[in-house]
């Protein structure tokens, strides 16, 4: 199949949930910098925090005929207007609710690449017009990602990583707390950024970030988007196994910057389990369906997330009591 470039739009997906605030910040960034020509598709995730879906149908009356709100998410349009709202009647996660986005601009002639981006990111440069000049040029490019800056305005250094193994995650879940405490960091090594300092302007990485990245569609159609057997975690790993298996690469644009600011952490209970249960499930499934790890391996991973997920809500409860 030939990916070389043909003259369309960039598709940016972007994902909500219970948190409009920094979706219309990340789309105001956007239309603050962006050059390039674009269209959004936001795809809401079934919130289900009081008026979260009602303030994202309001901000796109600023569009007017240039929008588009979906109750059906099944439904194809051979063209999207400028900004498209999915409402999805469940969570789907990461990995399904972005291939929402990405089925509904399948058909879309005029869309020639797509930009997953988290809705927790800002733009501070017209980076797209830049990303696709990189794309283009690269003949084994997958996915491009720009270098992600926190709110404090620092690199984010595990923007460059390679990929991990089941021994070291194994050793990671095992050994956590006591890592910590010794001050060893497994993922220093998974970094190919060491410092600040003489960022290259492109680096091949393994994992790129899922928070902002370029990818062209017909390329994304061509590995099956996003692995829908995951709910969360885990997603660039799978992404970096697809590519390269037909010999593609990811890169890093060291030269340009967005702000990633983060999910807000959360302390409760229920939702530390749900996490922690989420990245044990997705790493299961890649060890099983793309590593081809043996059962007996594969166990010992389960124990040892089992004891770290223990052991963490134990800390955190002893935590929470001891603050009462």
């Given at each position: 199949?030939?990916?070389?470039?043909?003259?369309?739009?960039?598709?940016?997906?972007?994902?909500?949930?219970?948190?409009?605030?920094?979706?219309?910040?990340?789309?105001?960034?956007?239309?603050?910098?962006?050059?390039?020509?674009?269209?959004?598709?936001?795809?809401?995730?079934?919130?289900?925090?009081?008026?979260?879906?009602?303030?994202?149908?309001?901000?796109?009356?600023?569009?007017?005929?240039?929008?588009?709100?979906?109750?059906?998410?099944?439904?194809?349009?051979t063209e999207l207007?400028?900004?498209?709202?999915?409402?999805?009647?469940?969570?789907?996660?990461?990995?399904?609710?972005?291939?929402?986005?990405?089925?509904?601009?399948?058909?879309?002639?005029?869309?020639?690449?797509?930009?997953?981006?988290?809705?927790?990111?800002?733009?501070?440069?017209?980076?797209?017009?830049?990303?696709?000049?990189?794309?283009?040029?690269?003949?084994?490019?997958?996915?491009?990602?720009?270098?992600?800056?926190?709110?404090?305005?620092?690199?984010?250094?595990?923007?460059?990583?390679?990929?991990?193994?089941?021994?070291?995650?194994?050793?990671?879940?095992?050994?956590?707390?006591?890592?910590?405490?010794?001050?060893?960091?497994?993922?220093?090594?998974?970094?190919?950024?060491?410092?600040?300092?003489?960022?290259?302007?492109?680096?091949?990485?393994?994992?790129?970030?899922?928070?902002?990245?370029?990818?062209?569609?017909?390329?994304?159609?061509?590995?099956?988007?996003?692995?829908?057997?995951?709910?969360?975690?885990?997603?660039?790993?799978?992404?970096?196994?697809?590519?390269?298996?037909?010999?593609?690469?990811?890169?890093l644009c060291g030269?340009?910057?967005?702000?990633?600011?983060?999910?807000?952490?959360?302390?409760?209970?229920?939702?530390?389990?749900?996490?922690?249960?989420?990245?044990?499930?997705?790493?299961?499934?890649?060890?099983?369906?793309?590593?081809?790890?043996?059962?007996?391996?594969?166990?010992?991973?389960?124990?040892?997330?089992?004891?770290?997920?223990?052991?963490?809500?134990?800390?955190?409860?002893?935590?929470?009591?001891?603050?009462?």
């Amino acid at each position: 199949m030939n990916f070389n470039r043909e003259m369309g739009k960039t598709a940016i997906i972007i994902l909500n949930y219970n948190n409009y605030e920094d979706t219309i910040n990340c789309i105001e960034s956007i239309e603050k910098y962006n050059t390039a020509d674009i269209k959004y598709v936001i795809v809401d995730n079934n919130s289900n925090r009081e008026g979260c879906k009602k303030e994202l149908i309001h901000y796109l009356k600023k569009y007017g005929k240039n929008s588009l709100v979906l109750d059906n998410d099944e439904q194809q349009y051979t063209e999207l207007p400028y900004i498209t709202l999915i409402l999805s009647s469940k969570n789907d996660g990461y990995a399904r609710g972005n291939n929402k986005g990405l089925k509904l601009v399948e058909k879309d002639k005029e869309v020639s690449d797509i930009l997953i981006l988290n809705n927790d990111t800002l733009f501070i440069q017209d980076i797209i017009p830049h990303l696709l000049r990189y794309y283009y040029s690269l003949p084994d490019a997958g996915i491009l990602s720009p270098l992600l800056y926190n709110k404090e305005n620092v690199p984010d250094l595990r923007c460059g990583r390679k990929n991990t193994n089941i021994y070291k995650e194994i050793i990671r879940k095992m050994f956590n707390y006591t890592l910590v405490l010794t001050r060893i960091d497994l993922s220093r090594k998974e970094y190919l950024l060491t410092s600040i300092e003489n960022i290259p302007e492109l680096l091949e990485i393994e994992l790129p970030s899922g928070s902002c990245m370029l990818i062209n569609k017909a390329l994304f159609s061509k590995i099956g988007y996003f692995d829908p057997n995951t709910f969360l975690y885990v997603e660039e790993n799978i992404l970096y196994k697809k590519l390269t298996s037909i010999g593609k690469k990811n890169y890093l644009c060291g030269n340009l910057k967005c702000i990633h600011l983060g999910g807000a952490s959360t302390s409760t209970w229920e939702t530390s389990k749900f996490l922690l249960e989420c990245e044990k499930n997705s790493f299961v499934y890649y060890w099983k369906e793309y590593e081809k790890h043996s059962t007996i391996l594969i166990l010992l991973y389960k124990y040892a997330a089992y004891q770290h997920k223990m052991l963490h809500m134990l800390i955190k409860k002893y935590i929470k009591g001891s603050k009462k």
